[in-house]
């Protein structure tokens, strides 16, 4: 457990400013449900990140993917696995892998676009706890959607 509190204070990367500069754009992070309905939308100040944390399924231990607003592209920025059976995996040319403090490992610099700026999750149960992490907010979409799809899609207005 004292490994993973460890882990949520180190996984913003590329953290939100407590106080965003004049000028900035901000897009919308957004949560929409296999009906089409907004379930939640928190702003992202670009060049900012946020985090989709979850409890592995099976082993339950935490697992983290973390995101950058990049000029208004999603990309994958890094990864925390508690082993080498959970979450994405590290192949040669994509990212870095280093060992986390407290165990398991981060992929760092994946930086890989998402596609269309949005991707389709099925949401787990509240064991699984699958939840996203701003600075300034945290949606939890297991109480809001446990067993659903969701698409999470960075919102340009564009």
């Not at 670009?46 to 983290?64: E, M």
């Not at 699958?130 to 949606?139: K, L, N």
């Amino acid at each position: 457990m004292v490994a993973l509190l460890l882990l949520l204070t180190a996984c913003a990367g590329p953290a939100h400013q407590d106080h965003v500069k004049p000028g900035t754009v901000i897009d919308h992070l957004e949560v929409i449900g296999a009906d089409g309905a907004l379930l939640a939308r928190t702003e992202i100040p670009r060049q900012t990140g946020w985090c989709l944390y979850w409890n592995h399924s099976v082993t339950g231990d935490g697992v983290i993917d973390c995101y950058v607003d990049d000029l208004g592209k999603m990309v994958l920025h890094r990864a925390y696995q508690p082993d080498f059976a959970a979450g994405l995996g590290h192949y040669p040319g994509r990212g870095i892998l280093t060992s986390a403090e407290g165990g398991g490992y981060w992929i760092e610099d994946i930086d890989e676009p998402v596609r269309g700026n949005a991707y389709v999750l099925r949401v787990g149960s509240l064991a699984v706890n699958h939840r996203i992490v701003t600075d300034s907010d945290e949606i939890n979409l297991s109480k809001m959607a446990e067993h659903t799809r969701v698409t999470i899609r960075l919102d340009t207005g564009e």
